[in-house]
């Protein structure tokens, strides 16, 4: 593994910064240091510890016409006793490394990864904020920097950590979910279980029809428009008949860690799991009837969010039963108490920050 080295002016940067606005928000404000590494002739070259600031790239690197590019999105806590801790962080570098296969990138060891997300953290650890339900967002990413216009896959490589002291994703206590009828995110033998910015750009579109007609979600149906799948950048749950059930993982859905992080919390609540198919049209009975009592949105960014109703092409609006969401709620604030340090969690969830004096 390869040791990450650090810059003097990254410290000087990150000693002399401070964030003033209590309203955080989400990834408004960035750490003023990052994380960058080169990968070249075959291998990751070297990691440093930089001050943050802008990329200079050739206008021809493939990443700007080919979208050859995976991220993650993780975070970091402040505890009780004011160490920092990440939320199943190898969790994370497995997941880029699958991303990383998908679009022939090359993949970067899980202690390599995880040291490079420790580093930034250690030196972050005055802008770990303080509150509940606040925390570091780590951004790691890698672009595909070889200059050329053929289209084949990049044989250089840039990778890079940034960080943002972020607050709540959603400033309300629950959203609308607009449903995504035409268009489809993902297909089978595509990208979607993948972290890949082309997946979030093909989101767009439905995004803007979904803030226009008042919603704050899109949900995404399969490519056969029958099953729902999950949100742009979130998983879907919902509470149908006292039972828990979420779409099943496919390639065609972003398996996300808050969601296997509730499942392994519900099911060890005694709560009943279903992972399957999970048809739009029986949710959306279930939700009339009222046999579906709570659904919600999870993922990192929001960690657990109440849906308040859904909202179909014809402008019908369908009302969850309990929109304020009960047990998600109970759900949220058992992940958020762990998460916070308040709460034993399942052994290994939470990653102790190596403290640096510096
Ligand atoms: C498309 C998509 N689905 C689901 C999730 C939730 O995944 P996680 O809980 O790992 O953040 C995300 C966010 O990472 C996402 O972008």
């Not at 009828?181 to 910015?197: L, M, P, S, W």
């Not at 860690?257 to 739009?280: C, N, P, Q």
Request: hydrophobic share 35%; charged share 25%; proline share 4%.
């Amino acid at each position: 593994m390869k040791k990450v080295e650090i810059h003097p002016e990254a410290v000087e940067r990150v000693k002399k910064f401070t964030i003033t606005d209590t309203n955080l928000g989400f990834g408004k404000y960035m750490a003023p240091i990052m994380i960058e590494a080169i990968y070249d002739k075959g291998e990751w070259q070297r990691f440093d510890l930089l001050p943050y600031g802008p990329l200079k790239l050739d206008p021809c690197s493939k990443v700007l016409h080919y979208g050859q590019e995976i991220f993650e999105g993780m975070k970091a806590y402040r505890q009780p006793d004011d160490s920092i801790k990440m939320f199943r962080p190898e969790q994370n570098a497995r997941r880029f490394n699958q991303s990383a296969r998908r679009m022939s990138m090359p993949e970067i060891p899980e202690d390599q990864f995880i040291h490079a997300c420790d580093v930034i953290c250690a030196y972050s650890k005055n802008l770990v904020p303080r509150r509940l339900g606040e925390s570091l967002y780590l951004r790691p990413f890698m672009i595909a920097t070889e200059v050329g216009l053929g289209i084949k896959p990049s044989k250089q490589f840039l990778f890079i950590i940034a960080a943002s002291p972020s607050g709540a994703y959603f400033a309300a206590d629950s959203v609308k979910v607009y449903i995504e009828r035409d268009d489809i995110r993902a297909a089978h033998g595509g990208i979607g279980f993948a972290k890949t910015g082309g997946n979030y750009a093909a989101s767009l579109k439905s995004y803007a029809k979904t803030i226009d007609s008042g919603c704050d979600q899109t949900m995404w149906l399969d490519s056969t428009h029958q099953y729902v799948e999950e949100m742009s950048g979130m998983n879907f749950m919902a509470i149908i008949n006292g039972e828990l059930h979420t779409p099943a993982i496919t390639d065609t859905i972003l398996d996300g860690i808050t969601r296997r992080s509730i499942l392994e919390l519900a099911r060890h609540s005694g709560m009943k799991v279903v992972e399957d198919k999970l048809s739009i049209t029986h949710l959306l009975e279930s939700v009339q009837n009222q046999s579906c009592t709570e659904a919600f949105v999870c993922g990192t960014a929001s960690v657990i969010c109440p849906v308040n109703s859904f909202l179909d092409k014809d402008g019908k609006i369908y009302q969850v039963k309990d929109g304020t969401g009960k047990i998600s709620l109970q759900l949220r604030e058992k992940l958020v108490g762990i998460q916070a340090g308040r709460e034993d969690g399942p052994e290994g969830w939470m990653h102790t920050v190596k403290d640096i004096k510096f």
